[in-house]
């Protein structure tokens, strides 16, 4: 009894001293004109009951009442989750209508620097040059984290910037306290994190390769540059790679005075250009993508330049030259070794970003292409270090698209898989909920343009739900309720999924990510409707003149009447420790 009045008195409380909190009503979606979606299907299934997510259920419910704590999310997959169409939308559901609450952006990263796709949600710029390792290549050459991916870099003009309110109409994100995970080779350089135009150093934590930052006052817009310990040869190398653009132009210049191709002359010109700061979400700036056959043709001319430059230069043939190709190619030369030099290098994993408000804090992780094993020690050593900071109330499983997209589907080693990658989660969080999304159907491409069937996801779809019964977990079957084998055609032909039969639209992620949230929400509200009931409390009469001369009058009986009028007076106090 006490521990009811209790919750109810917290929950008076908090509606007086916390701001109002939306409520999820009647959350319609449009199913009609999409026949082939089975709506009564649309909710989470737990084959084995709920009891493995009380703690989740428990910290919406200080959230949701109290208005107090957080609410920690990650959502993780492969190309569905690096986009982050679907769970960007259900990261807007949450913290925009209900619970209607943000207490940060969780885990990012400078996508845009690894050359490859950022999330949808927040923007990203960088400057300099940089390199890549995913869990998806062969060879891994550096240790990854919880995201996947790393980019290294020893450009002493290296920053990288992040939009977290870039595609949001009104500001969502005001966030004062950051985690970048990185390292230096040698501890000789070290990241900082600038707000108006002044360095801001973090805190290095060595026990986990990672430095804390605080802002000055909240911030939605993250830039991080690079201080070598050497500023002088910073500051040289930086003068080197500046004079070198010049004197790339004026060289290209002499050259293209004679010769006799014009037009050949022309595109000289335009790939020596380079642009002077990042755009974003840049694709290919900085180094050469090995698709990107203009930088690859740069890399090329500039070895001939240098070869053109050591003739030049010959003792036998240098009085001949003009004076100013001399200057020109001593200035190429000394950079060339300049640039080769050891220099300080910067690996980041990823930075965590977090507000001091209650709220939900909802992250994606996802590489293009992943598969469980990606996510493995041998390949991310550095994952349960890094989800250590996050500690997830509630993980959603999205990975399966690709361990299945094979000839040959093996279902017990997708399972024994998963249940790998399940053990590290709960290594660091042993409360953490679970939910499973059942693949989506599926074409595999045979020829070009030639999908067939993948009949696969019936087998996956079991699989699923096997791991929720061992994990006492919720399962959203995303496969049935698209309709089952067969239905991605139905999808693509309602523009709600691409060609390849494997991707959505944004309009076919959008449709799926207000299908969970949904789910997940009603969910919750289940909860709610089992809680057991509240007793109401009878709130106390306060005292009045006549009342206290009452009393006052009581007080002075004899002794007998002193013991019934003590005995009256505690009963409240009795009754409210019941």
């Known amino acids: 009894m006490k521990q009811v009045i209790l919750f109810l008195a917290a929950f008076a409380t908090a509606l007086l001293a916390a701001p109002p909190v939306s409520t999820p009503a009647k959350y319609a979606i449009e199913y009609t004109k999409y026949d082939f979606i089975d709506s009564t299907l649309n909710y989470i299934q737990f084959p084995k009951g709920k009891d493995a997510f009380e703690t989740f259920f428990k910290k919406m419910d200080s959230l949701v009442f109290e208005n107090r704590g957080k609410v920690k999310i990650m959502h993780i997959g492969g190309s569905h989750l690096q986009a982050d169409v679907i769970s ?5 559901r949450l913290v925009k209508e209900y619970p209607g609450s943000s207490a940060g952006r969780g885990f990012i990263f400078p996508y845009s620097a690894a050359r490859t796709n950022t999330p949808s949600s927040y923007g990203s710029q960088y400057k300099g040059i940089w ?5 998806v290549l062969r060879e891994v050459k550096k240790p990854l984290g919880l995201l996947g991916i790393a980019v290294s870099t020893s450009d002493p003009r290296a920053e990288f910037t992040l ?8 500001p969502i994100y005001a966030e004062t306290k950051f985690r970048l995970f990185g390292y230096s080779d040698s501890n000789n350089v070290v990241p900082v994190l600038v707000v108006d135009s002044t360095d801001i150093y973090g805190e290095l934590d060595t026990l986990t390769q990672s430095y804390v930052f605080k802002s000055p006052r909240p911030i939605d817009t993250l830039n991080f540059a690079f201080r070598w310990a050497d500023s002088a040869m910073q500051a040289n190398v930086t003068q080197y790679v500046v004079d ?10 002499n050259l293209d005075t004679t010769a006799t191709d014009s037009s050949a002359a022309k595109n000289d010109k335009k790939v020596a250009q380079e642009p002077a700061e990042a755009s974003a979400d840049s694709m290919f700036q900085g180094g050469c993508d090995i698709m990107d056959t203009l930088c690859l043709e740069r890399e090329e001319s500039q070895k001939s330049m240098l070869a053109a430059c050591a003739d030049i230069l010959d003792s036998t043939k240098k009085t001949q030259a003009d004076s100013m190709q001399v200057v020109v190619c001593d200035s190429l030369i000394t950079l060339s070794k300049t640039m080769s030099a050891v220099r300080p290098r910067f690996t980041l994993t990823g930075v965590i970003s977090e507000s001091d408000y209650p709220g939900i804090i909802y992250t994606n992780v996802g590489i293009n292409g992943a598969r469980l094993p990606h996510y493995f020690e041998n390949v991310c050593p550095l994952f349960e270090k890094e989800l250590s900071f996050l500690k997830p109330d509630l993980v959603i499983f999205a990975i399966g698209i690709n361990d299945a997209n094979v000839e040959k589907f093996d279902e017990k080693a997708f399972r024994n898989n998963y249940e790998t990658l399940i053990e590290r989660i709960k290594r660091v969080n042993p409360n953490v909920a679970f939910i499973f999304e059942t693949n989506n159907d599926m074409y595999r491409k ?7 069937q993948h009949p696969v996801g019936e087998q996956a779809r079991k699989a699923f739900f096997q791991l929720a019964e061992k994990y006492q977990a919720g399962v959203w079957d995303k496969f049935s309720l698209m309709g089952g084998l067969g239905s991605m055609a139905k999808w693509e032909k309602a523009s709600l999924a691409k060609k ?5 639209t944004m309009a076919g992620y959008h449709l799926l990510g207000d299908m969970f ?7 919750y509200q289940q909860h709610i409707a089992e809680l057991p009931a509240l007793e109401p409390i009878v709130p106390e009469v306060p005292a009045t003149d006549s009342t206290q001369a009452q009393a006052d009058t009581t007080k002075a009986t004899p002794d007998t009447t002193n013991v019934q009028a003590d005995t009256t007076t505690a009963a409240p106090a009795d009754s409210t420790q019941k």
């Not at 045979?446 to 067939?452: D, H, I, K, M």
């Open 88 to 92: 960007g939308r259900i990261r807007d």
């Open 446 to 452: 045979v020829r070009r343009r030639r999908y067939v």
């Open 244 to 253: 070198s653009l010049i004197q790339d132009s004026i060289f290209r210049a």
């Open 163 to 170: 939009l977290l309110d870039k595609y949001n109409s009104a």
């Open 517 to 523: 949230y949904k789910a997940l929400i009603d969910a």
């Open 131 to 135: 390199d890549m390792s995913k869990n």
């Open 500 to 504: 390849d039969k494997v991707h959505f």
